[in-house]
């Protein structure tokens, strides 16, 4: 099971991560999100992804645009980490 800094454990439904291979979970409450994707395909795009990887980037931020045309969104920030860093 892999682990994020700030959610803790996290499992996966396709694919697997090594138990002790640190993760980062993004939420679509991001309000950042969708620039760290369109950063993240053009580094991908640049360093010779695959097409299909690209699509699954350009499908994940369209889905978290939709959902923040209609939810709540924020800077994030850690102070719902803070507890569970130092215990």
């Not at 350009?58 to 569970?84: C, G, H, I, L």
């Amino acid at each position: 099971m892999a682990i994020d800094r700030k959610y803790g454990q996290v499992r996966l439904e396709h694919g697997s991560v090594n138990e002790s291979e640190p993760v980062v979970v993004m939420r679509a409450q991001d309000k950042l999100l969708p620039q760290v994707l369109e950063h993240y395909r053009q580094l991908c795009q640049d360093a010779g992804s695959p097409p299909r990887h690209l699509d699954l980037i350009d499908t994940t931020r369209a889905d978290v645009e939709a959902w923040q045309a209609v939810n709540f969104t924020k800077v994030p920030d850690s102070e719902s980490s803070r507890e569970w860093m130092t215990g």
